[in-house]
């Protein structure tokens, strides 16, 4: 059983068992994390990946001479606005959102 990334809270050290353990950085279980810290409970979240948002993920491609390109893999739209937790997340960590053309509220992740 590999790890690719440990995310702990600020009072979880080496050594201390949390008080919840967290499997899986994607969107739920970053959601959990966050939860758990604004209450200040202690936390550690497991993920096998080496990067967090589990199926919201961007690769990069290409080289300077003929431009870096950048592909979504993954979840990349929000559907709808406001009564949209996934959006209210986004707002609240200050991710960038756009309008989709033709639409009138937030629609897609970037």
């Given amino acids: ?6 995310w702990y809270s600020r009072s979880t050290t080496w050594g201390h068992i949390p008080r919840v353990i967290v499997v899986g950085a994607g969107m739920s279980g970053m959601s959990a994390a ?3 810290a604004e209450n200040g409970i202690d ?7 080496n990067f967090t948002g589990g199926r919201m993920h961007a ?4 080289s300077p001479v003929v431009g870096i390109h950048q592909v ?3 979840a990349n739209w929000i559907q709808g606005g406001h009564p949209n937790p996934i959006f209210q997340a986004a707002s609240k960590l200050g ?3 756009i309008i989709e053309p033709g639409g009138n509220r937030p629609g897609l992740y970037s």
Avoid: D, K, M, N
Avoid at 1 to 6: E, K, R, T
Avoid at 59 to 62: H, L, P, Q, V
């Fill in 59 to 62: 690769i990069s491609f290409g």
């Fill in 43 to 49: 936390f550690l979240v497991l993920e096998a990946r």
């Fill in 95 to 97: 991710l960038q959102t």
């Fill in 72 to 74: 979504e893999v993954g």
């Fill in 34 to 36: 966050a939860t758990l």
């Fill in 1 to 6: 059983f590999a790890v690719g990334i440990l």
